[in-house]
Every structure is written in structure tokens, then in C-alpha cells.
């Protein structure tokens, strides 16, 4: 497997956030809380940590193309409001329950990414909420 422009860039991100001694910082979440225990969004150094978000309330959670674009609109938003960008993604895990849905969820996904798209880990698992999708993220600030 080479290693391409980006994801060397994303391991020198994450070692030089790692090896400095700035604190991290939390980002507050746009909306009501939910009362987890964990932190929407993290910023360390010059990289962003978004916790995962899932479609349950996207306008139709039985589509695949509108809970992924539920998703990643919710993402947009978490990014601008932490100071980066869609263009500034360097890896998107994604987590979906049905395998035959990765066509369509790859068609939205295409959409938002349309130059340069981030690395990506697709897992087909259960997600502990009824959702068809669900994504986290790392973003450069």
C-alpha cells in the first residue's frame, strides 16, 4: 500500500498534535445537550476530533441517500462552528448497517467531497441507535 500526499499528511498532523504540550479544547455543541458523557468535538493543536453522529432524525431515516446527507449537512455545521471546513476533512470513519447501502451512501458522500476526498474506514456493524448511518470524523483546523 503507498502512502499518498494526504495520508502522510494526516500521520504528521497527528504526531506534531500529539507531541506538543498545548492543552486540548473542547468545542460545545450547536444545540440542546444530550446528556452523554463525551465531548461533541475536540480540538488539539491544529486538529479537530468530531464524535460520532448518526441519522436517526434525518427527514427520511429509511433512505440511506437522506440519512448520509442528514449526517454530513450536521457535519458542515460542527466544522463551521469550530473554525474549519469540509475541505479541511482528513479521515471519515463511517458505520452502517446494511452492506447494499454503500452505493448510494458513496453517491452522497461523492457530493460533499467532490475534490480531494478524505481517507475513509467503512464498517458494517450495528449502531447502538437505530440508524442506517452513522460517521465520525478528524478535520485540520
Known amino acids: 500500500m503507498s502512502i499518498t500526499r494526504r495520508s502522510f499528511a494526516t500521520r504528521a498532523l497527528a504526531v506534531a498534535a500529539i507531541s506538543t504540550a498545548r492543552p486540548r479544547k473542547r ?18 493543536d491544529n486538529l479537530l476530533f468530531l464524535a460520532g453522529k448518526g441519522s436517526g432524525t434525518a ?34 470513519t463511517v458505520y452502517m448497517q446494511r452492506p447494499e447501502d454503500i452505493p448510494a451512501m458513496n453517491e452522497v458522500f461523492a ?22 448511518v452513522e460517521m465520525d470524523l478528524i478535520a485540520g483546523v
Open 27 to 44: 468545542i460545545h455543541r450547536i444545540g440542546p445537550p444530550t446528556g452523554a458523557v463525551y465531548s461533541p468535538a475536540v480540538q488539539w
Open 59 to 92: 427527514p427520511d431515516p429509511t433512505d440511506i441517500r437522506s440519512c448520509t446527507n442528514h449526517v454530513l449537512d450536521a457535519f458542515t455545521k460542527e466544522l463551521t462552528n469550530a473554525g474549519s471546513s469540509m475541505d479541511r476533512v482528513l479521515k471519515v
Open 111 to 132: 457530493q460533499h467531497f467532490p475534490q480531494d476526498p478524505p481517507a475513509r474506514t467503512t464498517i458494517i456493524t450495528r449502531t447502538p441507535h437505530p440508524t442506517l
